[in-house]
């Protein structure tokens, strides 16, 4: 691609970004970390005073319809008349308009469901429940409670910009299981932004439905298509317990197992952290029940370092819940958390939340300062002097193989080679990789990647010869768990 024409497309793409002003920040003022939380974020991203709104009377966890309807909902909209707040759902007039919402700690997380007339939904549908976030979107609208609304934004290209009306209104949370958590989805965001956000995607497919599947695919997919450092686990399992993960994980998408399992869970000796800023996100009906205790995907992420995350607080079946591939690509693209959260959610009134700094944006296209010193910047401008073609990519690593980034670019290439089906290059890369890199964790993981790909070659006896070897390193390892399942899938040979 000629270099004015790539100059050309990056200026034009969009800078879109909400305003302070239309934002406003909930806080229960009963509370004193949801205060404390409330003057942090909006310090940081000079959200108004105006626009700050408290809420009384309320606490985390369930909430009744009544109670939502009289100590959330009236009272939001009394304080937006009051305040010449014009909602998205509501009744339009002169005022400042609103497009997005942030809710801070401490604030209910489901209004809980009731019987309709003495009657229970039938077949476990809920008519009347829902996150509060999702409810929240509709604020100041007339509608009839019967399971979810469609989201008119879903699937389009962008949201109304400007003074043009948005009908529903963006609802993001930042909330977690300890302060430490709260803060950090707030500071974070605001400094990764600055140079954007660099390093390895995994993404985890092999659920139970075929719609699953497709959004993991397609978010491997347009890794691959724009050679992103990508780790795809393509089994029908998940990532397996105390897996020798990389540290510099920024994107995790995944599916399909309840409580968090694998290198994420609370219990975990593999001691995996996600990079700064990371976007992490696991599809499973019941991942944000609480997001307090650590066991449940939304929770266990956050205390893996995850600074956007999302999920349902109750049953939501899959069409309605968020399109995680679509999720992706918006961030991908460039736009703000809530925007593309908003894009990508196909129901409100439902059952997700999603929790993360709304004006966050981890992949802008202009305004920033990559750092020199990161090996992902690197690896990125090497794809570009190759222009994008695998096996100039190949050449310039091999090239660089006594530099201080050969065991990743290794890695790296390993992946590419896997995903275009040449196994005998992939098998060599990772062979490479395991050899250079320094940390036991790090040879592990390329080790055990290289006897999947001899394994998938049709080569058995050197997979299990190389099982074994890995067993006498690991066996006894923090990664021992992990070992033991490549194991179980690579049997030694037969005699």
Known sequence: MPKIFLLLMILCCSAFAWEPSEVVVVYNADSELSRMAMKRYCSARS??????LPLFGVARGDISRADYDLKVKYALLALGKERRLIWPSGPQGRGNRIKAMVLMPDLPLRIKEEAVNGKKPKNGIPSNAAALDSELMLLGAEYKLASFGNNPYYGKADVPRGEERQVVMCVCRIDGPDKDC?????TDPIQVERTGLWGWTVVDTGGKYKQGDVMMEAIANHC????????????????????????DV???FGWYINPANGPFRKDSAAGFRFGKGAVAFHLHSYSAT???????????????????????VAEPYLGPSLNCGLFYAHLAEGKQVGEAALLASPSVSWQCIVLGDPLYRPFPKRGITPPESDPFVRWHRLVRRCEGDLSRMRQAVDAQSMHKDAPLFAEI?????????????AEHYYGRAADKYSSPKDKLRASLCRAYVLKADHRPDDAANLMLNIQEKFAKSVFAAAVRKAAADIPPKKK
């Open 182 to 186: 709260i803060m950090r989805m707030i």
């Open 290 to 312: 609480s997001i307090y205790d650590g066991k449940t995907w939304v929770s266990a992420l956050l205390l893996r370092g995850a600074a956007v995350t999302a999920g349902n």
């Open 413 to 425: 290439v390993a992946g590419a080679c896997g995903a275009a089906g040449l196994l005998k290059e």
């Open 47 to 52: 959200i108004p005073q105006n626009n700050r």
């Open 224 to 247: 691959i298509a724009n050679h992103r450092p990508l780790f795809y686990e393509q089994s029908k399992s998940t990532i397996p317990n105390d897996y020798p993960l990389m540290q």
């Open 250 to 252: 920024v994107c995790y």
